[in-house]
């Protein structure tokens, strides 16, 4: 089954609303990161939070190993942060990352 | 700023015939990654790479085989590529195995007829 489940699937926001996205995992992680992908299908790493808060920008991730569950909030969004939001986690047992289906974001005007 | 760069950026290949996907990357990471990417499924992991002459099996290897012949380049081949290879392909690289910031190739999508 799916390692890395993402929620919601979709989600359409109103400028200047904040976003909060879901991540649960099956197994526990040694790793955790968030990536953007673009409507044209770039790929960024976001951040890196395998535990904890952290915070970049309008950006603030919050992971809870014990629960195997990560959020991405999205402050104040933006039209430019449109674009699907991926999860991954490098697994205790494995040794590379797998990713979640991603959360589709559209931010209207 | 990273550079991970791929070739072709699209292709349209026949049933059957042998398909290479091509990555290259200038940051002297040691590891490389190939992924494929198809709606319902995300991003699973096809072969990957420790260093030059290293490759590794990941989620979804077969019917593909890699190629790391330096640091620089990594390469995925489909010997006789099938239709259910149609998918959108991404390359990336980055410096510790599972623990790093992967940097992404901008994808190739890859049509078999």
């Known amino acids: 089954g799916q390692q890395v489940q993402q929620s919601p699937a979709s989600l359409v926001l109103q400028e200047g609303e904040n976003a909060e996205l879901q991540c649960n995992f099956s197994?526990?992680?040694?790793?955790l990161q968030w990536f953007y992908q673009s409507p044209g299908g770039s790929l960024v790493s976001l951040l890196s939070n395998p535990s904890g808060t952290k915070h970049t920008g309008r950006l603030t991730s919050t992971t809870v190993t014990k629960e195997r569950r990560s959020s991405l909030h999205i402050s104040s969004s933006q039209t430019t942060d449109s674009g699907t939001y991926l999860c991954?986690?490098?697994?205790?047992?494995?040794?590379?990352?797998?990713f979640g289906t991603g959360t589709k974001l559209q931010v209207v005007p | 700023e990273a550079a991970v760069t791929q070739s072709p950026r699209n292709k349209v290949a026949v049933t059957g015939g042998k398909v290479t996907l091509s990555c290259n990357q200038t940051n002297n990471h040691n590891n490389m990654y190939w992924y494929r990417q198809d709606t319902g499924h995300g991003l699973r992991l096809i072969h990957y790479?420790?260093?030059?002459?290293?490759?590794e099996k990941g989620d979804i290897p077969d019917g593909y085989k890699a190629s790391r012949p330096s640091q620089e380049n990594f390469s995925l081949i489909l010997e006789l590529a099938t239709p259910s290879q149609t998918s959108v392909y991404f390359c990336?690289?980055?410096?510790?195995?599972?623990?790093?910031?992967?940097?992404f190739g901008p994808g190739t999508r890859l049509l078999v007829l």
């Open positions: 991954a986690i490098v697994p205790n047992s494995g040794t590379y990352q797998r």
């Open positions: 990336a690289s980055g410096d510790a195995l599972g623990e790093d910031t992967q940097y």
């Open positions: 790479s420790y260093g030059a002459g290293s490759t």
């Open positions: 197994s526990t992680a040694t790793q």
